[in-house]
Every structure is written in C-alpha cells, then in structure tokens.
C-alpha cells in the first residue's frame, strides 16, 4: 500500500507522463436536477404548525411527531437552539420506493420517494439541519448504496467538501446465499461531515482479544512479567539533526535516521525499554500495558443489525445496532451535549445518547416509530429471538462476530420517563392514545415512573394485547 506524498516532491525532469488535456478556469462542481431549489428560499422558509407538548413539558430531552421538515423550521425559529446542536446522525429512507412493515407487521414508514424529489427533500433537511448545528458539531448521514454518492455531492455542497472526514462502510447483516446475478449485498454507508475543521472528536478504539494480543505482542519482559513487542528505533530518511547522531557508537543504517534523539534512547535504555539481540542490535520494546485499544477504522464488521437471537431490539423496521450509535456518539460529541436525529425510527440514537449522558431531540412523522420509541423507553427491549420462535423460524447457524464491548450502554437500563412529547394540534389524539397506551398521563412534569417490574399489570396487559 501507497500512500501520496506532497506535490513538491514531484520531480519533472524524471516523469514520462503524456497528456493532451488541458484544464483551465473554474473547478468547482455541483449536483443538478429537476427542482433544485436555491438555498436561500430553504433558508427563508418557516414553519407551519406549532408544536405544543402531551406529556413531561418541562423534560429537556425531547420527542416530536410531526414532517421533520417542519419542525426543523420550527426549532430554528427557537434562536436559543440555533448553533447548539453537536451531532446529528440520520439514518433517512434511502430513495428505495418501498414501504416497512415492523415485526408484528404494522406499517411503520414509507420509502417512496424517488430521483429528484427524493435529493431534493433530503437538500432541504440537510441545509436545516447545518443551521442547527454548532461550529464543532458533526453530522452523520447513514444509507445504502443506492442514493450514498449522490448525497454525498449534496453534502459537499452543503457542507463544503473541506469538511468531509470520512466515509464509514459497515457490514450490516450475515452473508447472503443469494441467487441474484451479483455480489451479496451486506453492507451500508455512514457519511461523516463536520461543520468546520474545529471538530469534536475522541477517537474510537475497541478492545484487544486475548487470540490478539498474544499475536500482536508475543514477547514477554522476564523482569516485570509485562506483555510487549519489538519495534524498530530507526525510519527511513537521513537527518543532519539529533536523530542522524551516532548512538552508543552507533550509526543510523545507511538511509534511516533514529525515531528519537541518543538522550531519549538511552533513557529508554536505562528504564529496560530496549531489547539488544544476540548481534547487538537494538530494537524498543513497545509494552501492551501502554496500549489504548486499537483505534477504530473506517470498515465496521462489529456492528451489524440483528446480529444473532440475543440481540435486543423493538422490532421496528431497519432499527440500526445501538453499539454502532454508542460508537458515533462517544467520538462526536461529550457528555451534555445536544444530539439530533430527525429520522428517529425506533428511538436508537436517542436511547444511547441518553445513557450516555447526552440530552437528545428525536423528530418522526410515523405513529408507530412513537409507539417504538415510547416501548423503548417505558417497556424496554425484547430479545429478537422472541419474535423469531413466536413465529417459528428456524434458528440460524452462523458465526457473527461478538458485540463490541460496552460498559455504558446497555439495553437493559433502568427504564425512564425524562423526555417530553410533542405535536402540532391536528395529532394531539393520536399522540394522546399512543401516550395512554404506555400510562404515560398527558401534561404532568412525572418525577419518575416506576420501575418496569412494577408498572400497574392492567398497563401490561393492555402493551401485551398492542405488540402481540
Ligand atoms: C430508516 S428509519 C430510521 C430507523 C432508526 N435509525 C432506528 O434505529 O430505529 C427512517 C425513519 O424516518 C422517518 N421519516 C421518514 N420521512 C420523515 C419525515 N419527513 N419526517 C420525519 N420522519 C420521517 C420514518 O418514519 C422512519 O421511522
């Protein structure tokens, strides 16, 4: 593998390049196509409806029902949110003109917009959503391969491409044995911008396997007992500095200079932190003690969707991995902080965000992705495995990879009632009846509700009869 080194190291005399094109002028570049509207009416746009809440009014987490479109408009007209917004993850519909049933086969969403209108009423979101957004914020746009490139071109331009950080493929489902004259289709996208190049960001690593260790660090200290491997003290390139010194009458091989000065390798040296070969030569030994996980790159095989039957979900439709949110969320943003998804679905993103200590603003415009998000909360998940013997399947055999580990998220905590419920007026009953459903009272700030074992059993026995 290869890597490009800077344009000045280019040397003319020596290229055998031929071309006949020349390219001048201007070289920036745009997405066009039927009803492209300009960003400034997007901008000027307001919202129609406002949008009062049903239950918990004062919780600073919130929950809309309504076209996201609108209540974007609406939370912008709300100068105190505008700019505060440190990470937005959606995971829109993906231009795939179909419609999602859940697992008890309720009609959870449509994806029915297509070409044109389907870039054009993801611009007009994404250009909304940039205005909330603050300036170290980030946002993550999650789709399949369908309409990924070309909402990149749009996030370049709404975006600018200078902030454009990375371009995250995930495998998210088990190989398929399918028939279709092709390669099986088991991965999906997540587009990561920034708002500027002051960004937010810690980075993501995983835990070492021991099978990984043992590989990765073979050697072990006789003094201390310490897991360890050796590295080389010296890179290629020569140095007229520090690092091109003899050290301990020794040169640099020829071409290579020392990674650090003679003082720092003798003070290695003197703490044992260099191993000498049987012929002398010295390489440092780099201890797994010191290790902070491996850092995550930017292929994810670790976070698929219904990974096996134990897995714990609401069983809406296309409801992502919550590890994979726990991932996203702990390097874009810190505790406290303010995360959006207007695509809510089943709650995923406002769950994690919430046990990790980030206030959330979750946005949908499908009854049922409420009905989840509230069963998410209230009741808690359900193994997939559930659904799966309830419907007698057979039970796959497959080797998954396992979950990353987590210690702060867990889909088994505490169940809690700290976020408020909104709608415009033409859904207050809808919303109402789905509030009811849950023994969620309208309009009272709830202190706590109690806990899941001892919610009132006509409660149960009513959210049975509703998911069964
Ligand atoms: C792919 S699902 C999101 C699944 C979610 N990430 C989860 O983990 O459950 C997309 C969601 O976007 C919602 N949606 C689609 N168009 C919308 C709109 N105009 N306003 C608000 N929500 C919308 C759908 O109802 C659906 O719940």
Redesign the pocket.
């Known amino acids: 593998m290869t890597t490009g080194v800077s344009k000045n190291k280019w040397e003319e005399k020596d290229s055998k390049i031929v071309t006949n094109e020349d390219y001048n002028g201007d070289f920036s570049y745009e997405i066009s196509y039927k009803g492209k509207t300009s960003e400034k009416d997007i901008l000027s746009s307001k919202n129609k409806h406002q949008y009062n809440s049903l239950y918990n009014p004062d919780a600073l987490n919130k929950i809309y029902f309504?076209?996201?479109?609108d209540?974007l408009n609406y939370l912008l007209a709300n100068s105190s949110l505008r700019g505060t917004v440190k990470l937005i993850?959606i995971?829109?519909?993906?231009g795939t003109n179909s419609i999602?049933q859940s697992r008890n086969q309720k009609s959870?969403?449509?994806?029915d917009l297509i070409g044109s209108h389907y870039l054009e009423?993801m611009r007009r979101?994404l250009i909304l959503l940039k205005e909330l957004l603050s300036n170290d914020g980030s946002i993550y746009v999650?789709l399949d391969g369908n309409m990924t490139f070309q909402i990149k071109m749009i996030l370049d331009e709404v975006f600018g491409a200078k902030n454009f950080r990375g371009f995250i493929t995930r495998k998210k489902c088990s190989n398929k044995n399918s028939t279709r004259k092709t390669y099986g289709n088991i991965s999906d996208y997540m587009i990561f911008y920034s708002k500027s190049d002051k960004y937010t960001w810690q980075r993501a690593t995983v835990e070492w396997s021991e099978a990984k260790i043992t590989k990765e660090y073979p050697c072990i200290d006789e003094p201390t007992g310490r897991r360890y491997k050796k590295v080389p003290i010296h890179a290629p390139g020569t140095r007229n500095g520090q690092t091109g010194k003899e050290w301990k009458g020794m040169l640099p091989p020829p071409g290579k200079h020392w990674q650090y000065t003679p003082s720092k390798l003798t003070e290695f040296d003197e703490n044992g932190e260099i191993y000498w070969s049987a012929n002398g030569n010295p390489r440092r030994k780099v201890f797994f003690d010191k290790d902070k996980g491996i850092p995550v790159q930017d292929i994810w095989l670790d976070v698929q969707d219904s990974l096996n039957q134990n897995i714990k979900i609401?069983g809406?439709?296309?409801?992502?991995n919550p590890y994979l949110?726990e991932r996203i969320i702990k390097a874009s943003s810190n505790e406290g902080d303010i995360v959006l998804?207007?695509?809510?679905?089943?709650?995923?993103?406002l769950d994690v965000a919430n046990q990790l200590g980030r206030q959330f603003i979750g946005?949908?415009?499908?009854s049922?992705?409420i009905h989840?998000i509230l069963k998410r909360f209230v009741i808690g998940l359900e193994n997939m495995g559930d659904y799966v013997s309830k419907r007698k399947k057979k039970q796959r055999l497959t080797i998954e990879p396992p979950l990353p580990n987590s210690k702060e998220y867990t889909p088994h905590l505490k169940r809690h009632n700290n976020f408020s419920v909104l709608t415009d007026k033409r859904f207050t009953s809808t919303i109402t009846a789905i509030l009811d459903d849950f023994g969620l009272n309208n309009n009272i700030n709830q202190k706590e509700i109690p806990n899941y074992k001892d919610v009132n059993s006509a409660i149960i026995s009513h959210v049975t009869k509703v998911f069964a």
């Open positions: 309504g076209d996201n479109f209540v993850y995971d829109p519909p993906y999602y959870s969403y449509k994806d009423f979101r999650h609401t809406y439709p296309t409801e992502k949110l998804d207007c695509f809510a679905g089943s709650g995923t993103t946005i949908d415009n499908s049922e992705a989840n």
